[in-house]
T-cell receptor, first 110, second 114 residues
């Protein structure tokens, strides 16, 4: 079936550290891949997306590349800020419903 | 602000009761999705409507039902509530409800069943 597996959290980093959150997927066909972010007390916000192999999604300094050969969509940021503290969800959309990973909580300390 | 609105923000009720959650999609979006977010199950897709008709069904219990009205707002009805129904319920919307479309999420309704 279609599913997403993302690295377990929580992740704690110091400000300006490099961030990687791993995400791998299982899917039939060629789904779109997404990263959503959930700040405390808020709903999910789209962070970035990629619709086909080798596409790179980017937004607010975050990047992720759709890798078909490794079925991965890892989220990276070169220098995190305290304001990036949130829960990050990897998701795929093979059909009408979106499948989410379990979420990774990121805490950035000053 | 995604443009998706949900009411109420919080809801506290007792077991056995029935509640209705409301969602207004972004202007121009025809499709509405409902999700449940709980600590043990994560974020789970419940149901999708497109232009008033049910399009896809996920892990929605028989005690739960939804509908989308002609003005495109949607309601999720939860009945015979149990303690385990306590969760965050999110609504999302998309333009045409097609595969691989970006979904825009509302702020959620936090339901507490006592």
């Amino acid at each position: 079936g279609n599913s997403v597996t993302q690295m377990e959290g929580p992740v704690t980093l110091s400000e300006e550290a490099f961030l990687t959150i791993n995400c791998t997927y299982t899917a039939t066909g060629y789904p779109s891949l997404f990263w959503y972010v959930q700040y405390p007390g808020e709903g999910l916000q789209l962070l970035l997306k990629a619709t086909k192999a080798d596409d790179k999604g980017s937004n607010k300094g975050f990047e992720a590349t759709y890798r078909k050969e490794t079925t991965s969509f890892h989220l990276e940021k070169g220098s995190v800020q305290v304001s990036d503290s949130a829960v990050y969800f990897c998701a795929l959309s093979p059909s009408n419903d979106m499948r989410f990973g379990a979420g990774t909580r990121l805490t950035v300390k000053p | 602000d995604s443009g998706v609105t949900q009411t109420p923000k919080h809801l506290i009720t007792a077991t056995g009761q029935r509640v209705t959650l409301r969602c207004s999609p972004r202007s121009g979006d025809l499709s509405v999705y409902w999700y449940q977010q709980s600590l043990d199950q994560g974020l789970q897709f419940l149901i999708q409507y497109y232009n008033g008709e049910e399009r896809a069904k996920g892990n929605i219990l028989e005690r739960f039902s939804a509908q989308q009205f002609p003005d495109l707002h949607s309601e999720l009805n939860l009945s015979s509530l149990e303690l385990g129904d306590s969760a965050l319920y999110f609504c999302a919307s998309s333009r045409r409800g097609g595969e691989q479309e970006t979904q825009y999420f509302g702020p959620g309704t936090r339901l507490l069943v006592l």
